[in-house]
């Protein structure tokens, strides 16, 4: 019964939140309140036991990371990528797809994908507004870009929150999620970008013209003629954070937690560039997202104590007695709900799910976690309103008042992406799945 | 190259060009985008394909077809540029801060790079620009503010600083803003109005700036800069 109303505050939180975006922290601390109350006082739960429930590594992780990227941000190490991109590109719009869209995989590998897109997307819009790209251009590059930053943060178990609770709760170490997800991650990617270039191919196929391409590109050139890479900021960033990145990958054998490597990190950083990490703290640290992520976990800690995520889990095992078609239908399942309710809520609630279904049915669990993160990914890449780099980067190109060469206010939102979303999450999905089959 | 792939090169949509070249007349100023409008065109098209562009143009960037008739490549203005800055800078050099009505990179580059002991204020001349990539360019004694800032100022150690384009007798072009910056109540509380004037005599109407009839009633000194 008590599991029963847990179940039914943690769904209701979740719509509602979805539903409200702009009263998603009320919401989810309203149903984080109404949780720990119904736990406490109705399941018998000590809030000790509730506090234990929470992965605080996870946390950590995610906090050390913001100071990272906002660093990194600071060193204008994005934005001269960026340029030099929009350099290499020689105003063709088929090298600026490649180009831009790789360079977020790239960073969103390590990086705070929400950060890297603040940066770069300036730098894009520059480019595509001198170009006089097409609607059905921006649409592709934009989505692709989207698609990019889901990948990217699903290649390493520092890229984004689903990874990070898999190597902050110890499920996973951080070799073999890189290992494993690394190649996949590249593949999908690889197969999306050539799957766009045989789109542009046969859709597109508008290329601005010689004077224009030049004059954008001088254009570039002298916007950005002094933008030169903070190299005080970027040489220390990239010092600590590559020491850091060692020690995670030794985490196992030096015995220590992901969360204290990444404690131990900031803290070398944060005393040798004081200055920049205090203003970073003070006022760039997304402490929303951290905080909901918290309030997230206790009542997924409410949920999993009362025993309810393991009853689901064995009604699964019930049902579907095959481990590799069970394993397939949570991962669905998984991909689905990210869509629905964004990466952080779907992944906190499968995962202990997961952790019950590879314990029973005897898998390799770094398969199945790869996969779920995997689904996460595909999911994240359905709606335009799944992921947070989603609805940041229509923000963006609504404000950048850019035009398209059909002289309209270029125009990317939820319609324009859900072609490619749909299509994005088909291919990521199906590789995911081939990838659990293969491997169990 | 011949007359065939001169006009080739050149077929484009004005608008087009225009478009391209707007988000470079805001963040670095009309005559420093025209420069760099020329410098590609000559590089693709020679000075037949600069004509033929700037008569497209004309009616959309009119500063651009007084820049081709001067046949004026940039590094050649950059040099005329500095060695005509430095008079202006030795008279600067005496102020405290010097608030700057527009934009032109191909000057205030210079400008804030010899004088790093002055701070240099700058009113845009567009409404929208990144001011974050405007900044990163400058040193950091250059700092953005609005128009309405600038009575706050203003003072004996502080002098305005505009541009004049095209002045023939006494008639000249202004940037819009620059009609706000030099009104009677500004004029009153700095110790000088400098205008760096730009190209002399036109052909066209600036139609895209605002004309400034008795233009040196308006600037206590003005410099001959390109």
Redesign the interface.
Known sequence: MIAAILIIVMIATLIIQALIPSRKMLVIFSGATVSITIAAILGNQSITSIYNGVPWDVLVILLGLGIFSSLFARS?LF?SLAVWCSRASQGKYLLVLIMFSSIMFILSCTLNNLTALLLVL?VLL?IL????ATQGFIALCFSLLIVACNLGGAATPIGDFPAILLMGTGSISFLRYLVLAFPMCVLIFGILVALAVVYYRKKERVDA????R???L??ME??????TIDKTILYPGIGVFCLTFALWIIANRIGLSPGVICFLGVGLLMVIKNEEAEDIIRHEIDFESILFLTALFFMVSCMANSGVLDLIAGLMFEHFTDTKMLVCVLMICCGISTAIFSAGPSMATMLPIAQQIISKGNVPGDIVYVGLALSVCAGSSFLLTAATAGPLAQSIVEKS?L?T?E?RKAKFDFMTFLPFGIFAYVIIQIWGLIFVLVRI | MNEDSIAS??D?DP???F??????IA??GAF?AAL??Y???Y???QQEGAFQ?AEKLSGYFPLFAEVVEGDLSPTEAELIIERRLEPVIEELRAFSSVVVVGIE?VIL?SLSRKLPGVQIYIISHFS?I?EE?VL???PSNVQLIGVREIMGLGGTRSVLLSYVFCQTQDDSFVYPVTFRAIGPDVRSSYSQIVGLNILTDYNRYLGDMAPLYSTSQFFTNQFRIV
């Open positions: 204008r934005s300036p520059s507004k001198a170009l006089g013209s010689v004077l224009e030049s004059l954008a001088a254009s002298k916007l950005y003629r002094n933008f008042g035009i060469r002289e | 090169m050149i484009v608008k087009t060009i478009r391209t070249i707007s988000p470079v963040e670095l420093s760099i409008l410098d590609t065109v590089r693709l098209a562009l990179s580059d929208t990144d990539r990163a360019n400058f």
